[in-house]
């Protein structure tokens, strides 16, 4: 559904975008990460037609965006940073002027009403946006993105400045959106990103550093596993074997768990996984293993792991 294939963006000598290159599928919500200055926007406003390529291609649905740009942008929904709404109009008023502004050919009041109760709008429809709260302001910023059922959302930092219902409710709505729409998802709350998104593609001094599922981002960081196992055995002679285990740089005993098992913390060379010889060296001595524990970083962990590896020294880029 979308296609980001070798995309730069230079502004002189500085380089915004580096070579950047993804695809999201049909049906697919992606999180967009990256620290303040890292591509992001500048990847979306290219992605959106706001910004041209200095080189390669973003297609939407098959269709370059610079080749032919209006249907190109039939086919997004975008919620940037800042909503772009007149305060001045009431909410009705607003929808109403964006179905005229993307010269959608839905039937007018069915659409604007059924956006409406998706997005929960109903109690404040005829109230002045001006008027409105800051999460109430977001839902609006969502409704205009949504006008004309274009199959790609993208949305940039959706929940910022929210408070944590706020940000709860709006993250639902992205999830149920996600079931009918193609999702991009830019924003700093890595909760938000394993809570709702298939894919996470990390950005990073313009470039692409990491593009996984979600449940496999921990692969795109080098390093050495940590695991503990819970093993009854004699705890001189389980720890000796676990250090004869390939693959196995280091084990130590860290406690009883009950009266008849010890706590391991075993740790493995780089990008081994050692979970199936230290079964089968266990099992060869009949010592029981009753638990085990990956010890994996969480999300904050790859982020800063990603971003700070290959940009030590580097200035940041807008």
């Not at 390529?53 to 942008?73: H, M, Q, R, V, Y």
């Not at 199959?151 to 959106?177: A, S, Y």
């Not at 079964?279 to 085990?292: L, N």
Request: a neutral charge; one cysteine or more.
């Amino acid at each position: 559904m979308i296609e980001i294939n070798g995309v730069t963006k230079r502004y002189g000598e500085k380089v915004a975008a580096d070579n950047v290159t993804f695809t999201v599928k049909e049906g697919e919500i992606m999180g967009f990460l990256g620290p303040n200055g890292a591509g992001k926007s500048t990847t979306l406003n290219i992605l959106t037609g706001y910004l041209s390529a200095t080189e390669g291609s973003a297609k939407i649905d098959g269709i370059d965006i610079l080749e032919n740009p209006l249907e190109a942008k039939k086919k997004i929904g975008f919620l940037p940073e800042q909503p772009p709404l007149y305060m001045d109009m009431t909410v009705k008023e607003y929808l109403n002027f964006v179905y005229d502004l993307k010269s959608c050919k839905l039937d007018r009041d069915r659409h604007i009403r059924e956006i409406s109760a998706v997005v929960k709008l109903d109690d404040v429809f005829n109230r002045v946006i001006r008027n409105l709260s800051k999460g109430y302001k977001q839902r609006v910023g969502i409704a205009q993105a949504l006008i004309g059922n274009p199959p790609v959302l993208i949305f940039d930092e959706p929940t910022v400045g929210l408070d944590p219902k706020q940000i709860i409710e709006i993250r639902n709505l992205i999830k149920k959106l996600g079931k009918e729409h193609t999702v991009i998802l830019s924003t700093h709350i890595l909760p938000e990103v394993q809570a709702i998104c298939d894919r996470i593609v990390v950005i990073n001094d313009g470039k692409i550093v990491a593009n996984e599922r979600t449940e496999n981002i921990a692969r795109a960081v080098e390093g050495k596993r940590r695991m503990t196992f819970h093993i009854c055995g004699p705890q001189n002679d389980v720890l000796k074997a676990l250090k004869a285990v390939p693959g196995v740089s280091y084990a130590e005993a860290i406690g009883s768990r009950d009266a008849d098992s010890t706590a391991y913390l075993i740790e493995s060379e780089e990008n081994l996984d050692v979970r199936k010889s230290i079964f089968y060296a266990m099992a060869e001595k009949r010592w029981p293993i009753i638990g085990m524990d990956v010890m994996g970083m969480d999300l904050e962990d790859i982020f800063i792991a990603l971003t700070t590896k290959k940009s030590a020294g580097k200035g940041g880029r807008k």
